[in-house]
Structure formats: structure tokens, C-alpha cells
């Protein structure tokens, strides 16, 4: 079996478990096994570089300085939280001397050759590249689900720091869904900010964001919406009732995360992959579908 780094973030352990145990089943189900990275720390996520740039890149450097210690050469990040602040604290090392330099000063690690050429990939990116493989590997089918597919505002954004090359229409998380049998529907949200961090300090403005989101899933026939990061899964899953109660509406629809789904498609099992941890119950949906 082969080892691909693996950074979990904090999340992973709690809010979005479920999101970690379905990465891992989907990456064996591919003979990969994701070595976590040793006495990993926070990323920061988005208080680090609101308040402090240097924070929240020292926090990253100090993370890949781990990953050359373990001798890994690249690090597999489901949270798009936690992605996102890699590949921008890479971005600043290689373009800002300067902002490299307070870095490495303030952790002790010097942004070698070696960190430099530590790939940082999220899953979607990897997962959509072998899809050929998973293709093959499928055993079950969600024929006709109705899948809304929504991304998020970080998996592309900015497209000069993701290389994104379809950062208004992203098709990777498509492209997996699809192969499940479910059915993609086109809609106009799949990249708009669901105000996650603001879902503590400003729930209004998270909830009319939501609410805009999910009633655009509901409006396009969605049945269920299929995430790829755990702020947002959060965000329009566990905030669903509320978001209804504010604006007097009913949408019950469950949110997923892409690797559940690809997972059922595998073969695993509904708990296997956390499926019942959701607050948005799928099940009786995707039985209909033949999927479980």
C-alpha cells in the first residue's frame, strides 16, 4: 500500500470526523494509506491571518518543517480551511522576502529546497485526476440523486495563489459525483461564500448567505448538496433549522461531504463513513437511490 501525508487539521477530530473517516476509506479503497503528520499544530485558519499574517504563516512553516522531518513529500489537506492557509503562506515565502525571512526567524525553520517542493493537495484535486481508478472500483450506483455540487469560495480563490483554471466554474467535484450516477444539476451558487466565518460573531450575515445557497439548491431540483469542506458542510448542515426558522421556509435537504458519497459508491458502509454523524438525515434518500 502506498503512504501519502496526511495533514488532518483540527476539525477533523471533531466538527467534520466524518469527513476524515470517509477521506481515509476512499484513499484505501485506492491501496493509499494516509500517514498523519506527527505533533501537527493548528493551522490557524482564519483568526491567525486576520489578525496577524506572520501568525498564520509562521503556523504553516513550522507544519511542513514536521512533514521534512517525517520525510514526506507531499500533504493530503481535506479542510479547506486548513489547505488554504498552506498554499498561502507558500505563496508568501516565494514571493515576499521579507514576510519569509520574520517567518523563519520567529519559528527557527529555514524555508529550505527540500519544504519548498512539499506538495500541498487537496483531495479533490488528487481524487479527480484518478478518476479512471475510482471508476473502475465502483460497485453501487445513486441512480438518478439529484446532486447540487457546491465548492465553496476557497477552492479556487484567488486563482493566482490556487492555479485554479476554472475558478468561477470548477468541474473536479462534478466530475467525481457523476461517476456515483447521481445526476449534476446546474446551478448559479456552486462558488459563492456561505459567511462561515462569520457563523459566531455575525449569524445574520451567515444565514442570509446560507439562506440564499440552499434556496438556490432547492430551486434547481437539488435533493442533496455535496461539499468538500467542513466550514461550509457546518454551515448548511448543522445551521439548516435555524436558517428555516429565520426565514420561515423548509428545504431539508442534507449536506454531504463528496467523499461519503464516493464511499457508499465504493462499497463502505453508511456508518463507516459517519454518514449517521450528520444533523441532515440522508439515509432514507439514499436508500431510494440503491446507493445503501
Avoid at 153 to 164: A, D, G, Y
Wanted: aromatic share 8%; charged share 25%.
Amino acid at each position: 500500500m502506498i503512504k501519502k501525508g496526511y495533514y488532518p487539521g483540527c476539525s477533523a477530530s471533531g466538527t467534520s470526523k466524518e469527513y476524515a473517516m470517509s477521506t481515509k476509506k476512499v484513499y484505501e479503497a485506492l491501496d493509499i494509506e494516509l500517514e498523519e503528520l506527527k505533533e501537527w499544530i493548528c493551522c490557524g485558519s482564519s483568526p491567525a491571518h486576520s489578525s496577524s499574517l506572520l501568525l498564520a504563516d509562521a503556523l504553516a512553516l513550522k507544519n511542513l518543517s514536521l512533514a521534512k522531518e517525517q520525510e514526506l513529500k507531499e500533504l493530503i489537506i481535506p479542510c479547506m480551511g486548513c489547505y488554504s492557509r498552506f498554499i498561502f503562506a507558500k505563496h508568501d515565502f516565494e514571493n515576499d522576502e521579507e514576510q519569509r525571512k520574520k517567518a523563519e526567524e520567529s519559528t527557527g525553520v529555514t524555508y529550505s529546497d527540500v519544504i519548498k517542493n512539499i506538495e500541498i493537495v487537496h483531495p479533490l484535486t488528487y481524487l479527480s485526476e484518478h478518476i479512471a481508478q475510482i471508476k473502475n472500483k465502483i460497485s453501487k450506483k445513486a441512480n438518478g440523486l439529484k446532486a447540487a455540487c457546491y465548492y465553496g469560495c476557497v477552492f479556487t480563490r484567488p486563482p493566482e495563489i490556487t492555479n485554479s483554471k476554472n475558478f468561477e466554474n470548477p468541474t473536479e467535484m462534478d466530475e467525481l459525483v457523476k461517476i456515483t450516477g447521481a445526476e449534476i444539476l446546474d446551478w448559479n451558487s456552486k462558488t459563492k461564500c456561505c459567511g462561515a466565518s462569520y457563523s459566531i460573531t455575525n449569524q445574520d450575515i451567515s444565514f442570509e448567505l446560507c439562506n440564499k445557497i440552499l434556496t438556490n439548491a432547492k430551486d434547481a431540483g437539488a435533493e442533496i448538496i455535496i461539499v468538500a469542506c467542513p466550514l461550509c458542510q457546518s454551515n448548511l448542515d448543522m445551521r439548516q433549522k435555524q436558517i428555516e426558522k429565520k426565514f420561515n421556509k423548509k428545504f431539508n435537504i442534507p449536506v454531504i461531504y463528496v467523499t461519503q458519497l464516493l464511499g457508499l459508491a465504493l462499497g463502505y458502509s453508511y456508518g463507516d463513513l459517519g454518514l449517521d454523524k450528520e444533523f441532515s438525515d440522508s439515509k432514507n434518500l439514499l436508500m431510494s437511490k440503491g446507493i445503501i
